[in-house]
């Protein structure tokens, strides 16, 4: 089985200020693990993802997430925010599954608010 | 550009109908999945497919079910609708290949159940 916690359901940080949105999953087998944003009224899309190989990985509008074994954690960061970023964050967990399929785990999401 | 359709932005049924939610996806991807954001909750998924006629249960189908006839067409079929169904329901693709675990999403379909 595998699950995704997600901490703060709402985080509040001034335009400019570094953005921390955490993560922490549980998985029987080695992970694969996503962040998606959603803006409002549009579907998810993908900031980033981490399968193998370097556990610092870089995505989409300067977000970046490090993979931490030890810690079973893959937080989100950003180091200045903008107004654009906000939106809401989901993370996810993937295993392999039925037929050929990844089968993602969703937290239960993260809004992200930035004041002027 | 790749794109996953949802037939409706928004829709308004009564208690007991019975609603059809389409998906539509241009990729050729071999899995598609249907999820339900509700706030505070995340999204939870309701069932997918990895192949045409082929189904599997999320973790909460009950009172849904689905079809699949062709691979680029994803229904999602409330039976009979209750209040407690009303919700954003999301359907996303995503291909089988290694590499290829990203899952694309449409726009969402706001449900109200009266």
């Known amino acids: 089985a595998q699950s995704v916690t997600q901490l703060g359901s709402h985080v509040s940080v001034s335009e400019g200020a570094l953005v921390l949105l955490r993560c922490n999953y549980s998985?029987?087998?080695?992970?694969?693990l996503f962040w998606y944003v959603q803006y409002p009224n549009q579907g998810l899309q993908l900031l980033l993802k981490?399968?193998?190989?370097?556990?610092l990985v870089k995505g989409i509008n300067g977000f970046e997430a490090e993979f931490k074994k030890s810690e079973t954690s893959f937080h989100l960061t950003k180091p200045s925010a903008h107004m654009s970023d906000a939106a809401e964050y989901f993370c996810?967990?993937?295993?392999?599954?039925?037929?050929?399929?990844?089968?993602?785990?969703f937290g239960r999401g993260t809004s992200l608010i930035v004041h002027p | 550009d790749v794109k996953v359709t949802q037939s409706s932005r928004y829709l308004v049924k009564r208690t007991g109908e019975k609603v059809f939610l389409e998906c539509v996806q241009d990729?050729?991807?071999?899995?598609m999945f249907w999820y339900r954001q509700d706030p505070g909750l995340g999204l939870r998924l309701i069932y997918f497919?990895?192949?045409?006629?082929?189904?599997e249960k999320g973790d909460i189908p009950e009172g849904y079910s689905v079809s699949r006839e062709k691979k680029e067409r994803f229904s999602l079929i409330l039976e009979s609708a209750s209040t407690n169904q009303t919700s954003m329901y999301l359907c996303?693709?995503?291909?089988?290949?290694?590499?290829?675990?990203?899952?694309?999403f449409g726009s969402g379909t706001q449900l109200s159940v009266l």
């Open positions: 497919s990895y192949d045409v006629k082929m189904k």
């Open positions: 990729m050729d991807h071999e899995n």
């Open positions: 996303a693709s995503s291909s089988s290949g290694v590499g290829d675990e990203k899952l694309f």
């Open positions: 996810a967990v993937t295993i392999h599954a039925s037929g050929g399929s990844y089968i993602p785990t």
């Open positions: 998985s029987s087998v080695p992970p694969y």
């Open positions: 981490y399968t193998t190989g370097a556990t």
